[in-house]
């Protein structure tokens, strides 16, 4: 157990719709990052926040937007989704001083 | 960006054999991690090893950061040990770009 949750496990939903993913980081860990999963793309980074505040930005679609709350735990809004948004997602955190990621469970996101 | 290559991408073992795992990667980086991801999508951490030796239990782990590549150890495989094994590492920032992994199967 990395100390990373992450919920839900599994969501299935229709094209078009709009899901919120949720992640709470190990306690103490300060930045939280969201990587996207999917067959054919592999392990993509999506985005990075630290201590609330949005740090760095990968390949994350405009329909796609996450913030990090005071209490240290972040979103990730996923909107308009389409079939190919179908993957998993992985919440990481990590202390400010040392890069070391440690990685949730992941939410299995399935377009129908 | 950095690109990261790991090779063999798939490897079948007989229980009690042991492997190798290769990561090249084509820039400097500040943060190397080997990862398993178990047949039930778990991201589990192996090693933090930017530089240096690593052993933990049946794995060990070196990363020459002067020659740009890391390998991974696994001695007398388990059944449990197969799974996609991946090599991520940072340049400059924290985002991890990881390579495309390495299917392990262990076999009776």
């Known amino acids: 157990d990395s100390g990373v949750t992450q919920t839900p496990k599994h969501l299935i939903t229709a094209t078009g719709q709009r899901v919120t993913l949720r992640c709470s980081p190990r306690s103490g860990d300060l930045s939280v990052y969201w990587y996207q999963q999917s067959l054919d793309q592999g392990l993509q980074f999506l985005i990075q926040?630290?201590?609330?505040?949005?740090?760095a930005k990968g390949n994350i679609l405009e329909r796609f937007s996450a913030q990090q709350f005071p209490d240290l735990h972040s979103e990730l809004n996923l909107s308009s989704l389409e079939l190919g948004d179908s993957a998993l997602y992985f919440c990481?955190?990590?202390?400010?001083?040392?890069?070391?990621?440690?990685f949730g469970p992941g939410t299995r996101l399935t377009v129908l | 960006g950095i690109q990261v290559e790991q090779s063999p991408p798939d490897l079948i073992l007989q229980e009690g054999a042991n492997s190798t795992l290769r990561c090249n990667f084509s820039?400097?980086?500040?943060?190397l991690q080997w990862f398993h991801q178990n047949p039930w999508g778990q991201l589990i951490n192996l090693f933090y090893i930017p530089s240096g030796t690593k052993q933990n239990g049946r794995l060990s782990a070196t990363t020459v950061a002067t020659e740009r590549y890391s390998l991974l150890y696994i001695s007398s495989s388990q059944t449990t040990d197969s799974g996609v094994y991946f090599c991520a590492v940072t340049g400059g920032g924290n985002k991890l770009t990881f390579g495309t992994g390495t299917q392990l199967k262990v076999e009776l």
């Open positions: 990481a955190s990590s202390v400010g001083a040392r890069p070391e990621q440690f």
């Open positions: 926040y630290y201590n609330g505040e949005e740090r």
């Open positions: 820039d400097s980086v500040n943060n």
